[in-house]
């Protein structure tokens, strides 16, 4: 009887045990989760910024925006 009490005490404490550190595991994983998101948001910006500073290389735009500079009424 005892056996088996030992063994229903140890196997509860793994199973609490484990069921901890998965609950840590997974907020840990979220915070991650969350800080990549930002990251991301903060490489879209500046991936939208280099495209609108791009396309003021192009001669199109360069000629259009000198022309409407001097057309302004």
Do not use: C, Q, Y
Request: proline share 1%; glycine share 2%; no cysteine.
């Amino acid at each position: 009887m005892a056996d088996d009490t030992t063994i229903i005490v140890l196997l509860t404490i793994t199973v609490v045990l484990l069921s901890a550190v998965i609950i840590v595991l997974l907020g840990a994983l979220t915070v991650l989760l969350f800080r990549i998101n930002r990251i991301m948001k903060h490489i879209d910006e500046v991936g939208k910024n280099v495209a609108e500073a791009t396309a003021w290389f192009t001669p199109t735009k360069l000629f259009s925006t000198i022309l409407d500079l001097f057309h302004r009424d």
